[in-house]
């Protein structure tokens, strides 16, 4: 994927033009001694961005978040890498702490947060789970010098800041997302970013907004409707709905286990209830009357693949 791609290289242009060796961690005393000095280290002018309800509030450095901020080290099991997992992170309480310093009135815990990632991946995520404990900025994979092991189905750069959860109770990918290339931490309402997601004409309690509040949940940091969402997987409502080109049970089938169809990207759903499947595609059905596309081609664009 192109995004991917372009993330990827950029990722990687920024840590070789980077910055001087980063201190070692406490945890690998000595280490690596004879490569340590040609190795592309931490980026220290990595930065990330924090947004509240649209504007940018401030964008700061890794190396301004660890002057402020104690680094620790977390190891936990991340179901990516499908093992154990060692790396140097900071507390997101104290990173939203001083992200948010003077913008944000009340407890940050109360607040909605949207993770946005470079290559699209957008997850919304409670400031209640967000700040249960437990949630880290990673900066660093403690298990190399100077590198990432590669992350997801794409082989993908996690740097410069991969979301991990250190506790054991905090493994499941879809209560406890983790996020890499993180690039933006956002407060703000689901409708507020997504508004043309919402089945604006379903009454409440109905099977399509059903249908919307689990796609919410677990499908839209992927998939955006109406162009709003994530931008991994593809689009499921403009030009064409999913429902408009696919047969239901075939879409059903593919979220429950896309991996029996093709190997790609997508996740199993397998958690998912027949009843979850019925209101998902309730919810797809509604949306096919409330289409919005604002890159729909316009009449004065007709002629933009003529020959010269
Ligand atoms: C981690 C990202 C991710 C999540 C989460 C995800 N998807 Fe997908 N989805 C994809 C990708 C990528 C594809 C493209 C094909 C592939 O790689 O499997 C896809 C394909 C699809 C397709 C097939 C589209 C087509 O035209 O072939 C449907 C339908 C779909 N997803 C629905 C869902 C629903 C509903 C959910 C939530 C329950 C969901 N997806 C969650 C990434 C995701």
Redesign the pocket.
């Known amino acids: 994927m192109n995004t991917r791609l372009t993330a990827l290289s950029l990722a990687l242009s920024i840590s070789v033009t980077a910055c001087p060796p980063a201190r070692r961690p406490p945890s690998e005393p000595g280490a690596t001694t004879t490569l340590d000095a040609a190795q592309p280290t931490i980026d220290e002018r990595a930065t990330i961005e924090f947004r509240l309800e649209g504007r940018s509030v401030r964008t700061l450095t890794l190396r301004a978040l660890r002057e402020r901020v104690i680094e620790e080290t977390v190891t936990n099991f991340d179901p990516y890498y499908g093992r154990d997992k060692r790396f140097r992170a900071l507390p997101i309480e104290r990173v939203l702490a001083i992200g948010f310093e003077g913008e944000a009135t009340g407890p940050l815990a109360t607040r909605p947060f949207v993770l946005r990632a470079r290559d699209g991946?957008t997850v919304p995520l409670a400031g209640e789970r967000l700040l249960e404990g437990g949630g880290y900025l990673a900066f660093a994979d403690d298990e190399h010098v100077g590198r990432w092991d590669p992350i997801g189905p794409r082989r993908s750069d996690p740097a410069p800041f991969y979301f991990v959860w250190k506790h054991p109770s905090q493994v499941n990918l879809e209560t406890h997302p983790r996020p890499w290339q993180l690039a933006v931490i956002e407060i703000a309402r689901y409708e507020a970013i997504f508004p043309h997601t919402v089945p604006t004409r379903a009454a409440e309690g109905s099977p399509a907004r059903r249908g919307f509040a689990?796609?919410a949940r677990?499908?839209v940091?992927?998939?955006a409707i109406n162009r709003e969402g994530?931008r991994?997987?593809?689009e499921?409502n403009v030009p064409q709905n999913?429902t408009e080109?696919?047969p239901v049970e075939q879409?059903r089938a593919?979220?429950r286990n896309?991996l029996t169809?093709?190997y790609?990207?997508?996740?199993a759903?397998l958690h998912?209830t027949d009843a979850d499947l019925d209101d998902?595609v309730a919810y797809f059905t509604a949306m096919r009357e409330e289409k919005f596309d604002p890159d729909a081609p316009r009449a004065s664009d007709a002629g933009y693949a003529r020959d010269p």
């Open positions: 991946y689990t796609f677990e499908c940091r992927c998939h994530g991994i997987g593809p499921l999913i080109y696919r879409i593919y979220i896309p169809f093709r790609g990207a997508m996740p759903h998912l998902l």
